[in-house]
């Protein structure tokens, strides 16, 4: 069974930009959750999606959103950059939610210049 | 916010002996699970323990959970240099909203 797949692995961007991260889920997966992990604050909760419903938001800004599909596959977008947005993102899925096992991708490595 | 705390920050033993990290946390919860991350990696998920239970095992894992002391243990035993890397405890409550809630992590290191 393949685990949680993150795309793109890497990137850099430049302050004012936006970026879009995709993740997909372990199949079977209805829960799509995302973390921002950086030496500072840590492990943070963005955003959990299930069915398509946002069921939960972290403290974060506007300027972070999300989504997910009709096939539980989920994106978020970070609009205008900031230098602290550097950070590592982190996807996780699990059945319903927490409650469950909830298995994490590799995360993608963003880079705001 | 950070629900979870990790004790010791810091862990250098050599291989073979026992490693013990210890997580607290500050309200009720409902299940607390265990993971690991190797530098720059993912999270790797090891244990999950429900509020209602005690103990599990998982290989050369031993998770114990003491609800009344807000408290859990994670015990890996005749450590390897493949452990070397940071532990993390998640939370969740029933006020989490389906959010884990991250401790700061123990960084394992293991010599040969």
């Known amino acids: 069974k393949a685990g949680v797949t993150q795309t793109p692995r890497y990137l850099i961007k430049t302050r004012g930009q936006q970026v879009t991260l995709s993740c997909s889920p372990i199949?079977?997966?209805?829960?799509v959750s995302w973390y921002q992990q950086t030496p500072g604050q840590g492990l943070q909760f963005l955003f959990e999606?299930?069915?398509?419903?946002?069921?939960n938001k972290g403290n974060f800004p506007g300027r972070f959103s999300g989504r997910q599909f009709s096939n539980s596959r989920s994106e978020m977008n970070v609009s205008t950059l900031e230098l602290g947005d550097s950070a590592l993102y982190l996807c996780?899925?699990?059945?319903?939610?927490?409650?469950?096992?909830?298995?994490f991708g590799e995360g993608s490595w963003l880079t705001v210049v | 916010s950070q629900q979870g705390e990790e004790d010791p920050q810091a862990l250098s033993i050599q291989e073979g002996e026992n490693a013990t990290m210890n997580c607290s946390y500050k309200?009720?919860?409902?299940?607390l699970q265990w993971y690991r991350q190797n530098s720059g990696r993912g999270l790797v998920h090891l244990i999950l323990?429900?509020?209602?239970?005690r103990e599990k095992h998982s290989g050369r894992l031993r998770v114990t959970l003491d609800t009344s002391k807000k408290s859990s243990s994670l015990l890996i035993t005749a450590s390897r240099a493949a452990d070397t890397a940071s532990y993390f405890c998640?939370?969740?409550?029933?006020?989490?909203?389906?959010?884990?809630?991250f401790g700061k992590g123990t960084s394992l290191l293991v010599t040969p």
């Open positions: 998640a939370t969740d409550s029933s006020n989490s909203g389906y959010a884990l809630n």
């Open positions: 999606y299930f069915s398509e419903t946002q069921r």
């Open positions: 199949s079977g997966h209805r829960s």
């Open positions: 323990i429900r509020s209602n239970e």
């Open positions: 996780a899925s699990s059945l319903q939610g927490t409650g469950n096992t909830i298995y």
């Open positions: 309200t009720s919860i409902n299940n």
